[in-house]
């Protein structure tokens, strides 16, 4: 067969199934999701490249697309070839700024992918909308930023040690970091929580300081539980009082005409306590498709009620304003109305009370009562905190995990983000004092399943929860040793005296740690991160070896898994039959001709069962001192018993809170199988 002559002027095979690919994608954007009609046209292209070409010559990318727009045109298929002409054009302006913007970034070229959602949404512009700056360029102005808390003779020395960690793809910060440092905005913390209070005045009071922040990027957290119930009266007007449910579409709304900083719509999470008298209309205020689209919503549980559901026993009611009981309920009802929504939706998720403030390290200053919308951090009011991922996948070189280099790049990483605090323009007065006290920092990681794939570990299997055992402690440990060394250097957070980690303080729980700051870890769902480290997100296993990812506001991103591809190369195995496998199923398993070794190491989500997924995240809580945003990824089939035993599992394993999600339960899906 022919031989492509590529437009870098090297030599590559001919490879039908990349024709079949780009046909499908442009079917699809159609409303044509049919692989074997992709593949059919496809056919006839070969066909009529034989006509124009004789084998031995060196085709061009172009002269193949070329013929693929005559067929679609000669097969009747207008509009997909009106798509395929489209797809071509954008593919040519994408290169054409991969040549202008990236050439090579820390010994690497990043993907097409990491491009898009750079310009999209971090790369900074002028007032008429160009791109002023390359990915190496945003590098250069964080780290610099960053490492302006150093003293003067140090801030060189430490930017050019921040722009390596970040240029090498090894540590990311949150989004507003990597969009705002080094910018008149200079808003860099990602997570907030803030107080609503049951009084008119105090609800839209937090409204526009939830406003405020969402133009600068952060995300918000609120507890509607000190909300009075609908229908209790109101004694300044004789009126009867709306309810929490009815505040969390205001809440909505606002934030649906709001932008963070332009770039992303804002969003927030929304908490129930389990024994407020409207948790029944809070647990399905998400039922109907798109409802309160810019939040996530959990229900704050208690033991108490976890135990009553599991004994089928009532527990009760309370009113949030007096604090008395206002009847019972059945704790049974409640927990089956929970699972049967999560099933149907995906919502609610559930946090547990007593297990988040089990950590809480200054249990003086309060309870931690809400967390960020993705749930990886309890805060408590007017707190805020910045995050930052470690690129597991980049610590494993020839099957083994570089725990030299990995210590080293948590000890800067906790150094840049302790920075951070310091750098940071706070949006609230109130936000800027109540996290000076405890400077909390949430170090996580994305690329977990790169990093099991690359030593060849099944996500679920033994030695995966080890592997997760095995990094959560050694995370841990250096990272409190890394704050240590900061405390040594510039002082612990100033509620130390009254933290946990004192040994002369009421709370104290058996160790006297010296610590720069109140928290030190918390492991986010990274899905912008992960797509510009172009590596797995999170903890979370591989959604799937082939893929579309729609974000950006509805932007569609086609991936194919690097590491699967490598395997397959270094058993000789790549074919076009298994590209075509994975574009229709995501998955290998019930491909015979693939080794089980390969099949047992590249499992997705859905080869997943539920437990598994809840031992890995159970296994790194134990060692997160903030909490872990985690989904259980369900397959369609699955059933609402077995939604309710992972919650139970969830519980029962220490987790902080889980949240879970049927796979096409929800009408518009963020990723999806290439085929749908």
């Given at each position: 067969m022919y031989t492509i002559k590529k437009r870098d002027g090297s030599m590559a095979a001919f490879d039908q199934s990349k024709i079949?690919?780009?046909i499908f994608k442009a079917a699809q954007s159609v409303g044509r999701q049919d692989l074997v009609f992709a593949q059919l046209l496809s056919d006839k292209v070969i066909q009529q490249l034989r006509k124009s070409y004789r084998e031995d010559h060196q085709l061009t990318v172009e002269e193949i697309q070329d013929e693929v727009e005559k067929v679609l045109i000669q097969e009747g298929q207008v509009k997909i070839a009106k798509n395929y002409i489209l797809y071509r054009h954008d593919r040519m302006k994408l290169r054409e700024e991969k040549a202008s913007l990236i050439g090579r970034i820390g010994g690497k070229?990043?993907?097409l992918n990491a491009l898009k959602v750079l310009k999209e949404r971090y790369l900074l512009r002028d007032k008429e909308g160009n791109l002023i700056e390359?990915?190496?360029?945003?590098?250069?102005?964080?780290?610099?930023?960053?490492?302006k808390a150093e003293p003067p003779g140090r801030q060189k020395e430490m930017a050019d040690q921040f722009y390596q960690m970040l240029v090498h793809l090894d540590f990311l910060p949150n989004s507003p970091c990597l969009m705002n440092a080094g910018t008149p905005l200079q808003q860099l913390a990602a997570c907030f929580v803030l107080p609503i209070k049951d009084s008119i005045d105090d609800i839209y009071q937090t409204l526009r300081h939830a406003m405020i922040i969402q133009k600068t990027a952060g995300g918000t957290g609120f507890n509607f539980s000190h909300v009075r119930p609908r229908n209790s009266l109101v004694q300044s007007t004789k009126g009867h009082a709306s309810g929490p449910v009815s505040f969390l579409h205001v809440y909505n709304a606002a934030t649906e005409a709001i932008k963070h900083g332009g770039k992303k719509r804002g969003a927030n999470m929304g908490v129930l306590r389990v024994d407020h008298p409207d948790i029944l209309e809070f647990i399905h205020c998400k039922d109907k498709s798109n409802a309160l689209r810019n939040f996530n919503v959990s229900v704050m549980v208690t033991d108490q009620f976890m135990k009553a559901a599991k004994k089928n026993a009532d527990y009760p009611m309370v009113d949030p304003t007096s604090g008395q009981e206002l009847g019972k309920q059945s704790a049974r009802y409640v927990f089956d109305s929970m699972v049967t929504s999560a099933w149907q939706n995906g919502d609610p998720g559930i946090l547990f009370l007593d297990r988040i403030n089990k950590d809480n390290p200054t249990p003086g200053e309060g309870r931690l009562e809400a967390t960020n919308?993705?749930?990886e951090l309890p805060l408590l009011d007017y707190e805020a905190c910045t995050l930052g991922s470690l690129n597991m996948g980049n610590f494993v070189e020839n099957k083994k995990v570089d725990w030299k280099r990995l210590q080293q790049t948590i000890w800067l990483a906790v150094r840049f983000l302790d920075n951070v605090i310091d750098v940071n323009n706070y949006p609230l007065s109130e936000i800027k004092e109540q996290v000076m006290k405890n400077r909390k920092i949430g170090l996580g990681m994305m690329g977990f399943a790169d990093?099991?794939?690359k030593l060849r570990i099944p996500y679920n299997s033994k030695e995966g929860v080890k592997m997760a055992e095995e990094l959560g402690r050694f995370l841990r440990k250096e990272a409190d040793a890394a704050s240590m060394k900061l405390a040594e250097e510039r002082g612990v957070f100033p509620n130390w005296e009254q933290s946990i980690y004192n040994k002369k303080s009421e709370h104290?729980?058996?160790?006297?740690?010296?610590?720069?700051?109140a928290t030190r870890l918390s492991i986010a769902p990274t899905g912008s991160l992960s797509m510009i480290a172009d590596c797995s997100a999170g903890i979370e296993p591989l959604f799937a070896l082939s893929y579309m990812k729609k974000v950006l506001g509805g932007k569609e991103f086609f991936y194919v898994d690097q590491n699967f591809k490598d395997a397959l190369d270094e058993k000789g195995l790549?074919?076009?039959e298994i590209v075509e496998h994975i574009m229709n199923k995501g998955s290998i398993q019930d491909l015979e001709d693939i080794p089980s070794t390969i099949r047992k190491v590249f499992v997705t989500a859905h080869d997943i069962s539920p437990e598994w997924h809840v031992k890995i995240q159970a296994a790194f809580q134990n060692y997160v001192d903030n909490a872990i945003s985690k989904t259980v990824n369900f397959p369609n089939s699955a059933t609402i018993r077995d939604v309710e035993e992972v919650y139970m599992m969830a519980w029962k394993m220490g987790c902080k809170g889980i949240t879970l999600y049927r796979d096409n339960?929800?009408?518009e899906q963020v990723i999806h199988l290439t085929a749908h």
């Open positions: 079949t690919q780009a070229t990043l993907s390359t990915p190496e360029e945003m590098f250069r102005r964080v780290a610099m930023s960053v490492a919308p993705c749930a990093m099991l794939a104290f729980r058996g160790q006297h740690l010296e610590l720069r700051n790549k074919s076009e339960s929800k009408s």
